[in-house]
C-alpha cells in the first residue's frame, strides 16, 4: 500500500508507476484505487461506466452488483477487476467520487470486504492507492490487507509531515491490533521522494530528503522531476510513451521496484 496523510506528495504517481514497473517485471499485479479522488483511475483511463462496477461496490454490503444473493466479496477482486491496455500483466480495480461516502460507514465489517474479496486471487502483486488520510475505514481496509507499507513524499512543506503522519497511522493500527489478539506484520519499505530537482535544488527539498534520510526511511534512487509525467497524466497514458525524456524516471522506479517488490 503506498500512503502519505498529505495531499500532492507524489503518492498517486508512486502507485501507478510502481504498479506498471511490477508488471513490466513479469508480476500480475492489480492497482485498487481506494482514493475518492480517483486520480489513478482517470490516470489509467478506466473510469466506471457507473458508480456501481468500482471499489465501493466490494466494500459496501448495500451495492446492486448482482455477484450473489449473499453480497459476500469472496473473489469479487478477481471479477471486477479491468484488464490495462498499459500491459496485458496489469489489472485494475477502478475508484469513484462516491467511495467518500464510505467513509462515514461505521460497521467493523466492512474493513474485512477488502480482504475477503481477495480469498482466492491469483495475482503476484497487489499496490493499493490509499485516501491522504490518518484514519478510517478506508485506510485500515487497506491496513487489513498490506504485508508492506510505502510512503510517498516530494520536496513541499508537506512532504515530511505526510510522511510522518502515515508512520502514526500504521503505529495506532498496529497497537490495536495487538490489543485484539490479531498482530499486524506489516513492513516499512520506506519512502519514495517523487519530483527531486537535480539542478538548483530547493533548500526545502534538501532538508526533507536529509530528515528522511537520518529517520531511515529514504528510498533511492531518489526519481527526478520530470515534465512528460504530469503531461502522460493528463493524457492518461504510461510515461514511457514520451521515449527518452521518460528514461530517467522509468529507471528509477525500476529500481525501486526491484527493491520493493518481493
Not at 508512486?14 to 508480476?27: D, E, F, N, Q, R
Not at 454490503?61 to 471479477?79: E, F, H, I, L, S
Not at 528509477?252 to 527493491?259: I, N, R
Request: with cysteine.
Amino acid at each position: 500500500m503506498i500512503a502519505s496523510t498529505k495531499g500532492g506528495e507524489g503518492k498517486t504517481t508512486t502507485a501507478v508507476h510502481l504498479s506498471k514497473v511490477s508488471a513490466m517485471l513479469g508480476y500480475k499485479t492489480l492497482f485498487i484505487d481506494l482514493d475518492p479522488s480517483m486520480d489513478g483511475t482517470k490516470w489509467f483511463n478506466l473510469e466506471p461506466a457507473d458508480d456501481d462496477f468500482f471499489i465501493g461496490d466490494i466494500l459496501s454490503a448495500d451495492g446492486t452488483a448482482d455477484k450473489n444473493p449473499d453480497r459476500n466479496p469472496v473473489g469479487w477482486a478477481m471479477q471486477m477487476a479491468l484488464q490495462s491496455d498499459w500491459d496485458e500483466n496489469l489489472f485494475v480495480i477502478p475508484s469513484h467520487e462516491s467511495l467518500g461516502t464510505l467513509e462515514l460507514n461505521t460497521d467493523p465489517a466492512m474493513e474485512l470486504r477488502l480482504k475477503k474479496s481477495l480469498i482466492g486471487a491469483d495475482y503476484d502483486v497487489v499496490i493499493i492507492d490509499c485516501p491522504n488520510r490518518s484514519g478510517g475505514p478506508l485506510l485500515r481496509s487497506a491496513l487489513l490487507v498490506a504485508d508492506t507499507i510505502i510512503y510517498s513524499a516530494t520536496g513541499d512543506e508537506g512532504g515530511y509531515e505526510g510522511v510522518n503522519g502515515a508512520r502514526k497511522a500504521l503505529q495506532i493500527f498496529q497497537e490495536e491490533q495487538e490489543l485484539r489478539g490479531y498482530p499486524a506484520k506489516i513492513e516499512e519499505a520506506g519512502t519514495v521522494f517523487c519530483g527531486y530537482q537535480e539542478v538548483a535544488t530547493p533548500r526545502m527539498t534538501s532538508k526533507i530528503v536529509d530528515d528522511l534520510r537520518e529517520l531511515g526511511v529514504l528510498l533511492t534512487p531518489l526519481v527526478p522531476a520530470r515534465t512528460c509525467v504530469r503531461e502522460s497524466r493528463t493524457a492518461r497514458r504510461w510515461v514511457g510513451e514520451w521515449g527518452k525524456k521518460s528514461e530517467p524516471v522509468i529507471n528509477a522506479y525500476m529500481e525501486l521496484g526491484k527493491k520493493i517488490i518481493k
